[in-house]
């Protein structure tokens, strides 16, 4: 492509050279007449100074077509091998030829040397080189690098042999959404459309290590997916009495049910890539999430607290009642806020590696139904009161890695710990459907009257990209 560009603009440059010359000919043929007799102008002069400076505009001109075509596709750039020369003496010439041509470059330079090729499309093509950066300098075309380091040096560069180098795994092309991407488990989905916007639902707080319906609320998002942003918006709804019931799915298989009592919330996450390391030292990704509930009532409240087993002073309080009936408080997660950077590992490295860190708190509220003090069994007072919060600071540490072919993700797997440990598996079974497992687990504490011991939930999950 850069030759074809090249050959056009020099050739249409010569073209019109050549014909502004022919004019100039014909114009100064003895003897000739104008046509319908008028005059020919008299022949101008162009002085040394305005040859210099067209000379010079011509150049520039140039130059800014050669810089507009020195740039890599992304979306192509799966299809192109890439690699490190490690291999001390073909560095060295290499820092020599560029040093020679004008380069300005340390010789004893510890910057990676980075080379990237175009491979053959067909038997009859041989491969060719595109780029060769070290420190500022940057080598675009394969005439180009050849010009620059002979023919001899390329050559050797270009096979890839008797020389020590590292390949780089480029990244699979993106897959672009022609209309719609969506996706769908038990742990939520989305509906994002082409322009990058779209909708989102979520079930559990991950971040604290309650996956599924664990805090009893759902949530509904609008969502931002552009480019290296990645932001929800959206309101968290309680589940009912639903959750309050465990979810028999057949006989001797069912999905315990939530302890914490589901409250209307406010939340927030975003994932945003700082774009501060290059592509051979890795990615940097800010991210945080933010929930706030909003003070609840009696009738914001699931259906089933107000029931006279769930009084503060229930004369069932030592019965068999529920979920509830034993119990002076219910507690709704009241908020929820962490902060973290995440560090994605170089290809040359680890591929696919990741390591989060941070930290933040999250607030369970006590509430009690009725006078929690009332010795009077038969109160029916079905008041809220709010007594004080109960705080806890966390530190917030994920490892994780996902393998990628050229096909796509294929697994995944973390381990987290804030407040619980979560752990997270999931494989692609095709390339619409994979399989997600998460496990919580109490470590080094005794769980509060809010919390299982462990939980664990399998989902499938559908991906559809039309």
Partial sequence: MMKSILGWSLGGLMTVALLGAAANLASAQPGGSPPNGTTLPLPTRTSAADSIRMAEAENEALTRILSSIQSIDTARQSELIQWII???????????????????????????????????????????????????????????????????????????????????????????????????????????????????????????????????????????????????????????????????????????????????????????????????SGKLHFGFEFRNAFTPNITSFPPDPSGQGYLANSPYRTGSAGLYGAHDSLYYLALSAHAYLSYSLPDRVLKGAYVQLGGGMHGVQPVTIGEPNSKDLTNTNTDLNIVDRKDYWEPFVKLGYIHTTDAGDEYGVSVQYCNELLTEAWVKLFSWLSLDAKYATVIGRDPEKWEWKDYVIVSPKLTLNF
């Fill in 86 to 280: 490690t291999d001390r003496t073909v560095r060295s010439r290499v820092i020599s030829a560029l040093r020679k041509a004008g380069y300005h470059i340390a010789p004893n330079s510890v910057a990676e040397m980075t080379v990237m090729q175009k491979p053959p499309t067909d038997m009859s093509e041989n491969s060719e080189l595109l780029r060769i950066v070290i420190e500022q300098a940057q080598l675009y075309g394969d005439p180009n690098i050849q010009r620059v380091l002979g023919g001899t040096l390329r050559d050797e560069i270009n096979q890839r042999t008797g020389y020590e180098y590292t390949l780089i795994s480029t990244e699979p092309a993106q897959k672009k959404i022609q209309f719609v991407s969506m996706d769908a488990s038990l742990f939520g989905g989305s509906i994002v459309f082409k322009s990058g916007f779209g909708f989102g639902v979520n079930m559990g707080n991950d971040y604290i290590g309650y996956p599924f319906w664990m805090p009893g609320t759902i949530g509904t998002y609008g969502v931002i997916r552009r480019g290296m942003t990645d932001f929800k918006l959206g309101i968290e709804w309680p589940l009912g009495q639903t959750g309050m019931q465990s979810f028999v799915i057949s006989q001797g298989l069912q999905i315990r049910p939530h302890v914490l009592i589901g409250a209307m919330a406010f939340s927030a996450e975003m994932q945003q890539d700082l774009g501060l390391l290059s592509e051979q």
